[in-house]
């Protein structure tokens, strides 16, 4: 039978695993990429890691999303996050909007409008819990637009849309005279990354904003509207954090774990390794792509140094041609299905359910770690 999870780490991640194994307290950061339907595969993983595995720990850990990871990770910060993870999953699977006659697709002012109320139905009355959360820090990521793209516009968008695009080819950091990343945080403190990469803002995340930020982190240009001028932040349009970061590859903040193994050792004379130094990132795909407009330029879809201290957890190819449609989810199914909203959850739970190999299986090797199954990142 294929296995369904693949596990690849950066070489700092290996020779920790290779020491120590995985444990939950080595866990420091969790990110969340955007990828829309894709996401839903790793409900299974979400659901054993912070409902069963994470517990087991006390370290603090930082919660890094963008559009549907911002979803999932400000959803690990809810009471009894287990259940709001299979609420999240109904949710997303079941969504459904009205078609325009003859569109094959809803209008932008429409998705908007019913995501806003969706999100509104979801952390309603629950937005403290997220804020609050004893050990996680919630960080959403937003882009932020300028000049053209500061106020959404029917000629001025597009315009602006085709010139980031233009000069992220060129240079990804150059594409920040278009947008900027602007990452709400729910608690005091440096980001988990560093900034050195990309035109940076780091903005309270509060009860006041939380449900404009998320919103705005999920807000695909031309799909959904954007957002503007949310409280707290500097005024202009923001839109989905994808664009600057799809895949969030970003440089965390994790210590070097051969350093900081050197000066702890134990009773039994191993090194310890320092608590919560490590990325953990359960992924729809092994490559981490910077930003959405990279997704066609595939020699920035390489592993760099950044990404030394991470483990990322994802679908094995060869599976994924197992599920409906032989493909993960994703959001063209929107128009492949039309008015046919049944069939496409359908197919979106059978997906999902069979997704609940992955987090068994993380689980088995987590008790029985396998380094012929840790493939270089």
């Known amino acids: 039978m294929t296995q369904a999870l693949r596990i690849h780490a950066g070489p700092r991640a290996r020779a920790h695993i290779e020491r120590h194994g995985l444990g939950p307290a080595d866990v420091g950061v969790i990110p969340g990429a955007a990828g829309g339907p894709k996401g839903l595969i790793l409900g299974p993983l979400d659901r054993f890691i912070f409902g069963e595995w994470l517990p087991r720990s006390s370290q603090p850990v930082h919660l890094v999303g963008a559009s549907i990871g911002a979803w999932r990770m400000a959803t690990a910060c809810l009471d009894n996050a287990v259940a709001a993870f299979e609420r ?92 900027e990343r602007v990452v709400f945080s729910s608690a005091q403190g440096d980001l988990p990354f560093g900034t050195a990469d990309y035109r940076t803002r780091q903005v309270p995340l509060s ?44 440089a965390y903040k994790t210590t070097n774990l051969i350093a900081a193994s050197a000066d702890q050792t134990s009773a039994t004379g191993q090194k310890d390794p320092e608590p919560g130094s490590l990325v953990l990132y359960p992924h729809f795909q092994h490559r981490v792509v910077p930003g959405w407009l990279d997704k066609g330029l595939k020699w920035r879809h390489k592993a760099t140094p950044a990404l030394d201290g991470m483990v990322v957890l994802s679908p094995d190819p060869d599976w994924v041609r197992t599920l409906p449609g032989a493909k993960l989810p994703d959001r063209k199914d929107f128009t492949d299905y039309g008015t046919n909203a049944k069939a496409r959850a359908r197919a979106w739970g059978q997906a999902a359910g069979a997704a609940g190999r992955l987090a068994n299986e993380f689980a088995e090797w987590l008790a029985r770690p396998d380094m012929g199954r840790v493939e270089p990142l």
């Open 88 to 179: 999240l999953e109904h949710d997303y699977i079941h969504q459904d909007y009205e078609l325009p006659p003859g569109q094959k697709r809803p209008t932008a002012a429409h998705v908007s409008e019913r995501f806003g109320q969706n999100l509104q139905a979801f952390y309603g009355g629950r937005v403290q819990e997220v804020l609050g959360h004893p050990r996680f820090r919630l960080h959403i990521v937003t882009a932020r637009g300028r000049h053209l793209l500061g106020r959404e516009h029917g000629v001025a968008t597009p315009l602006g849309y085709l010139g980031a695009f233009l000069t992220n080819t060129v240079h990804r950091k150059a594409m920040g005279a278009w947008l």
């Open 207 to 250: 009860a006041a904003n939380f449900m404009q930020a998320l919103q705005a982190s999920c807000s695909i240009p031309f799909v959904l509207q954007a957002v503007h001028d949310i409280p707290g932040a500097p005024r202009g349009a923001y839109w989905d954090g994808g664009i600057t970061d799809y895949h969030l590859h970003l």
